[in-house]
């Protein structure tokens, strides 16, 4: 095993987060965060194209209270690979308050499916960022899909928007609930209602079964911290128009970042500038994560 050794470009996660001025609704989930490590015990892939630093399950809980939330659902990000130790490990001593999203290969057996949903898996992530991974062809894909579907899961889809239009038919053929990570990176440069984030809600309006994380301001922002203004008309239009398929997450610790570290309290701030009613926050931050990931 290579020694554990961060990134030299890689930022660490804010040491020291503000208290948000928004305190959450009663019951109020993180839906996409991660942990990492402790690379130690828990080894990151060889395959992996950045090396975080670690981030274990007891940060978590801290970073969950002191942000005002209750909930977690723990992401398996591509530098763990399809190795979920750490991932069942954060589940396993998570008092149930939290659930995970895990990758697999398409050797993964029956009983190592059954075994990640009863340590609270309930999705699979089909990751597409180039950067990031080799995605696995659509036929093994499509396979994984019809397996796990029988489990009741459903799968994470990660994608750049410049990608989407060769991707459209692939995902509105997968016959499971698709929840899109991050609003599929929309070049927040571009308008909101330009073409390219037009087919996105176009997907979303003709697909009832799509869902959207309104996450990561900090990585799709041009304009950066504190706000991230340029993103929230992104967010906003996605929150109002599907208010029952929404989900939001911190992204904690906010992997291979490299040029800003957010400050996750004022990212939690950041929520009532794209959801502006008491309902549609209660909808987004308890009704949806709940029905997704705890429904039984
Ligand atoms: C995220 C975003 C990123 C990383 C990963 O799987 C990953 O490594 O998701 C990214 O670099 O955009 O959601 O954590």
Redesign the pocket.
């Known amino acids: 095993m290579s020694a554990f050794r961060m990134d030299a470009d890689w930022l660490p996660f804010h040491p020291a987060p503000a208290t948000p001025g928004f305190v959450p609704p009663p019951g109020a989930v993180d839906a ?1 965060c ?1 942990v990492f490590g402790p690379g130690a015990v828990f080894p990151f892939t060889p395959e ?3 090396t975080p630093c670690d981030a274990p399950k007891e940060k978590l809980w801290a970073l969950r209270d002191h942000l005002g939330f209750s909930r977690n659902v723990i ?5 763990h690979g399809a190795d979920n130790r750490a991932l069942v490990d954060a589940l396993a001593h998570s008092n149930a308050m939290a659930r995970g999203v895990a990758a697999v290969k398409p050797e993964v057996t029956d009983a190592e499916l059954a075994e990640l949903h009863t340590a609270g898996v309930r999705g699979v ?1 089909f ?1 597409f ?1 180039k ?3 080799d995605a696995l062809p659509f036929d093994s894909l499509q396979e994984i899909a019809t397996r796990v579907e029988k489990l009741g899961w459903h799968i994470v889809i ?1 994608f750049e928007a410049s990608e989407l239009p060769e991707l459209y038919d692939f995902f509105t053929s997968l016959p499971v609930i698709l929840v899109v ?2 609003m599929g ?1 929309p070049d927040v440069s571009m308008a909101v209602n330009g073409p390219e984030f037009e087919l996105f809600v176009k997907m979303l309006a003709e697909h009832p079964r799509i869902w959207c994380k309104v ?2 301001p900090e ?1 799709l922002s041009l304009g950066g911290p504190p706000g991230y203004e340029d993103v929230a008309p992104f967010a906003r239009r996605i929150v109002e128009t599907f208010p029952d398929r929404v989900l939001w997450g911190t ?1 904690w610790p ?4 490299k040029n800003h570290m957010p400050d996750d309290g004022k990212l939690v701030d950041f929520i009532p500038g794209i959801a502006a009613t008491p309902e549609l926050r209660q909808k987004l931050l308890v009704d949806n994560p709940m029905r997704l990931y705890w429904s039984d």
Do not use: I, T
């Not at 992401?75 to 530098?79: I, R």
């Not at 906010?254 to 970042?257: A, K, L």
């Open positions: 996409h991660h992996r194209k950045y992401v398996q990000a591509s530098c992530r990751n960022v950067r990031l991974v990660y990570d991050h990176r996450s990561c990585r992204d906010h992997p291979n970042m």
